[in-house]
């Protein structure tokens, strides 16, 4: 039996026979480069759906199981024993760091924990109320202006080095988002602190005072970033990818992909939960809401619910919703919003009993519940999709690096189907009706 699937156009009765590639774990894929050549056609697949668009040994997604691994290891195990730098470097490096590779992977960061003082200046061009993740946008997309000439994107060296200058000053260019909407100072990256400890201190201390972030907010915000580090090929990392396929400088690629993830349908969700939640006030008016997604004519959809992939439940939103009730039997309701997370659970509840969700395996998804925690961290809503793209800089690196090496490495020029006016002549203005 070949390991092939046999093509068959048949308008000519021509036939071709398709290679078809194994992973390690997953559906395998039909190599389909000869089509064009072959069958004169395309593949169509708006959306993606059912399209792999590279090889990957990054992250592997099972949606029917729920499982979710980050170089083999599975995403529970590393939420509950990890740390967000120690996955940062299982990324980027595919291994489990020892503890003198840790170290040196720390003083490597520690080396590019600055960014330049001009770089400051871009906030003030915002006003204090633009959404963080304009400012996000705009100051991510300048860093590329410091690292253009001096950095060739061919050279292995200048690549990983890209690396590790996006994961040191991505925390720093995040939290200054927050201090230009508050009109605090800015606060400086201290090499002395965690990574965690750090993006907090830079977030909420002040000149007259130390910040000592509370020991359940920093295990919380350290499982928060672990859970939203990569995430396959979804829509911003596949931008990323893109852009960097035109060999784009990868500052300007890694702004892309903050630009896709703002959508509300992607990383924005988390935001627009937040709203919606707030938006519903009481458990009483959970079932109006319900039939407002339900309804084909209302363009609002429960947000935090649905994936393109996790057709059963998101594993990253089962540990969130359980840091949930730790962080709320540990601090009380005078930081976790009871009130939210009670319509978020009941929410959940109603929704998985009602026909419409279960019949298209609508679940929550990583941003039904992680409003919830971040204001329990006191983060702004406003400054939650920033959290996730600070979260996911270092997923989107990893690809960039791994696509950057790949040898089947070339520019991303998707096909279509036409279907627009056949060939007509020009009509000069004084003819036309
Ligand atoms: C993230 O890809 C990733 O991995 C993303 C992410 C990551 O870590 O990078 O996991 C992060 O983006 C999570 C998703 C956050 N977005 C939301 O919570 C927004 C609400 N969700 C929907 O917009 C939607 O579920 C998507 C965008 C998440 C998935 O869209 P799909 O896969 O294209 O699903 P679909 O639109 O084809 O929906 C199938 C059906 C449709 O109804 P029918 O036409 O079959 O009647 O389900 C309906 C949809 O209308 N539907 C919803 C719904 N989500 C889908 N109806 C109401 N509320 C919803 N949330």
Not at 278 to 306: Q, V
Request: proline share 5%; net charge negative; aromatic share 10%.
């Amino acid at each position: 039996m070949a390991d092939t699937v046999t093509m068959t156009d048949n308008r000519t009765g021509k036939q071709i026979e398709c290679p078809i590639i194994d992973g390690v774990y997953g559906a395998p894929v039909i190599d389909m480069k000869s089509l064009y050549k072959e069958l004169n056609m395309f593949t169509y697949d708006p959306g993606f759906m059912t399209t792999a668009a590279c090889r990957s040994s990054i992250t592997y997604l099972d949606g029917e199981q729920g499982i979710l691994l980050h170089r083999g290891y599975p995403i529970e195990q590393l939420a509950e024993q990890s740390s967000y730098l120690e996955v940062c470097y299982l990324l980027l490096y595919g291994e489990l760091p020892t503890a003198k590779q840790f170290e040196d992977f720390r003083a490597n960061l520690n080396q590019r924990n600055m960014v330049h003082e001009h770089l400051e200046r871009f906030y003030t061009g915002y006003l204090y109320d633009a959404h963080p993740m304009s400012m996000l946008i705009g100051v991510t997309g300048a860093l590329s202006s410091y690292y253009h000439e001096a950095m060739d994107i061919n050279d292995p060296v200048d690549r990983e080095l890209t690396a590790l200058r996006v994961i040191a000053k991505m925390p720093i260019l995040a939290a200054h988002c927050y201090k230009h909407s508050v009109g605090h100072p800015f606060v400086y990256s201290r090499d002395d602190l965690g990574y965690v400890e750090n993006f907090l201190n830079m977030m909420f201390s002040v000149p007259m005072r130390d910040y000592e972030p509370p020991a359940i907010a920093v295990k919380a915000l350290n499982m928060m970033l672990i859970l939203h580090a990569d995430h396959e090929q979804n829509a911003s990392t596949s931008t990323v990818r893109l852009a960097g396929s035109a060999e784009a400088n990868p500052f300007a690629c890694i702004a892309a992909g903050i630009v896709t993830l703002w959508g509300p349908a992607h990383g924005g969700a988390n935001e627009a939960v937040l709203k919606m939640l707030a938006e519903i006030e009481t458990p009483e008016n959970i079932p109006k809401f319900i039939e407002r997604a339900k309804d084909k004519s209302d363009p609002f959809k429960l947000m935090g619910f649905g994936h393109r992939v996790y057709k059963n439940f998101d594993p990253r939103a089962t540990i969130i919703r359980k840091v949930c009730h730790e962080l709320l039997d540990e601090l009380g309701d005078e930081v976790v919003d009871k009130n939210l997370l009670d319509i978020a659970m009941e929410l959940e509840e109603i929704a998985l009993k009602d026909d419409y969700f279960i019949e298209r395996k609508l679940y929550p998804n990583v941003d039904f519940y992680s409003g919830i925690i971040l204001k329990a961290l006191r983060i702004p809503t406003s400054m939650y999709t920033v959290m996730f793209a600070l979260a996911r800089s270092v997923g989107w690196i990893s690809q960039w690096l791994e696509m950057m090496e790949d040898p089947e490495f070339r520019i991303g020029r998707p096909r279509q189907l036409y279907t627009g006016s056949e060939s007509r002549d020009y009509v000069p203005m004084d003819k036309r009706g």
